[in-house]
């Protein structure tokens, strides 16, 4: 019986067989622990798997319960459940290492009737001594249990290269309650667990980079908010240190960069209209997560049937249009429909039946429909024509185009304040939700023109609520308090200049290729990934844990000197996949994504991490995707939880719920 306390053993993930992070976190799930559980006289049987909360969220995120099935598990169960005894069969306990778990685990097993015949244990993360303890002096489990081993595996997968820690209320928790620091503690160290976790899983040792606190001169103090990335980063590295001394094949050298920052450094980001198929799915359709409902006519001609499809990754056209232009997404849709028809004879009668001329994506949709023998292929393909046809209806029926332009003109610098005022005057029929957002993104570049009075006429010019307003005053203080920091400078070194009526809030890299309106705007992650990259990230803003020589008095570390990336990372200058010409082959066909997208990583160099405090985006995960192309190194997203717009802003409006009341406010 193995009770060695371990990390269960892979070998690093590079080399010939280069996988990608949701990759390898579903085969250590499924191989091993699943199939590792499978020992001596227990071949055959299916087993019973028993999981927490948590755990269950891991698992889902990473593996089908079809994956699980064929690893023998005929039952799934909840700890926390009252579960039937099953005296002859296995269970696989997949849990956090928590008392309570530990608790439940030990009466399951002890006694004269256990409920399983043998256990085999497995803690998403580093179990405390005491616990393992515990465990050991109970002499009647002792001899039941399999297995007892650390997987530190405690993330959700949210893509093939995005994970989250699951704290949903960071922000609130982080950036709220100035006074009572308890809750953000607590916060800060399960995402250091979880985010270590990670680099377990993957074998990986990064440079741990972080956000240094901005102190503007001697005399201001460093609040606990300034300080936030500085003790995640340090948290990340307490664990990756005993990493280092317990999991086997962990490397004892920087295999890959770690980049620390929090939702501080780009407010933009999370509240901007994204215009790819992806982030406007989820911004303008109601989906909960990545579920679609939507209706599809019934074969018996009865009322239509409501069905639910996942948005994701095994999905061939998903994968393939996810990342691209809302319009390009459309345009390649119709392409596809029209080619489907062209190589089919059955739907060349039908579409010959209704006289020549352009037929738009829709009747190409109704036409296929109509033809049962092709529902296998075209069931997919006919999903996506309705989801763009619905968002393209929405984008016209709510002139959002008008509103992306002006939103993308206030970002590098092109409209400012007077622009804003005609359009609310001009356009009072716009959404409450879109003039807030439109706001917020005014109130990140000219915070000053929110204060007073000023503030106020702005939020009654726009109609909107009291509540409204607070969720933007919340933008302003994480942003630092208006009135010193942001004024001199924004916060990442763009200088404002206090006098001109129009400042911007980005450079624009927009370069020629871009052939998609309003596709100029980039998430301030896409600068400092590439700075990374090339090692060119300020070792004063952006100091190094990994330097054995911290200066005097705990001021910025000097980076690494030994360290440069693989030369050739920096190479590739491929055209961003949303922004090329029709017509050519991309590469980027259903088909073709998923046979490349092993090849291309072989070539891959060191992996970069960047973890974000506070909620990434949509945006942010696209940026990752393709600098993974540019830079040929796999970049890898992290973050406290994905939020779209809608749940950002609601986020924004608890940070103060509990210590401000409507009436501080007197708008």
Known sequence: MSMSMSDSDSSSSYGADYKNLKQVSRERLLHEMLRSAKTGDSKST????????????????????????????????????????????????????????IIMFLSDMSGRKPLYRKAFVFFSSPIARDLVMEIKKDAQVLPRIGALREMNLEYFTIDSQGFITNNERALEELFGDEENNRKAVACLNVMATRIATVFASLREFPFVRFRAAKSLDATTMTTFHDLIPTKLAAGVWDCLMKYKKTVPNFPQTETCELLIIDRTIDQIA??????TYDAMCHDLLNMEGNKFVHEVPSKTSGPPERKEVLLEDHDPIWLELCHAHIADASERLHEKMTNFISKNKAAQIQHGSRGSGEMSTRDLQKMVQALPQ???????????????????????????????????????????????????TTNED????????????????????????????????????????????NLRMLGGEPDTKKTATSSFGLKFD???KKRAARKDRSSEEETWQLSRFYPIIEELIEKVSKNELSKLDYPCLNDPSPTFHGTPFAGPITHNPPAHSMRSRRTPTWARP??????????SVLKHASSDFKKMGQRIFIFIVGGATRSELRICHKLTGKLKREVILGS????DPAQFITKLKMLTAQELSLDDLQI
């Open 374 to 424: 092709y529902s296998e292929q075209i069931d997919k393909l006919s999903l996506h024509v309705e989801i763009a046809g619905k968002i393209n209806r929405i984008i016209r029926e709510s002139g959002l185009r008008e509103l992306g332009q002006l939103e993308q003109d206030l970002v590098f610098g092109d409209a400012g304040m007077k622009d804003v005022i005609k359009f609310l």
């Open 498 to 500: 206090m006098h001109k």
């Open 46 to 101: 299916w087993k019973v798997l028993i999981m927490d909360k948590l755990t269950v969220k891991i698992m889902s995120h990473a593996c089908k319960m079809a994956d699980i099935t064929d690893e023998g598990v005929s039952l799934v169960e909840d700890i926390y459940k009252r579960r039937q005894p099953l005296p002859t069969m296995d269970a696989i306990y997949f849990i956090q290492p928590t008392k309570e778990n």
């Open 582 to 591: 029709r017509g050519s082959d991309d590469g980027y066909s259903s088909d």
């Open 270 to 275: 999370p509240v901007i209209h994204e215009w």
């Open 430 to 473: 716009t959404t409450r939700e879109n003039k807030l957002r439109l706001l917020m993104i005014l109130a990140s570049i000219y915070p000053e023109k929110f204060e007073g009075e000023k503030g106020q006429n702005l939020i009654k010019v726009a109609k909107l609520t009291n509540e409204d307003a607070i969720a933007i005053n």
């Open 640 to 643: 406290s939880s994905i939020d």
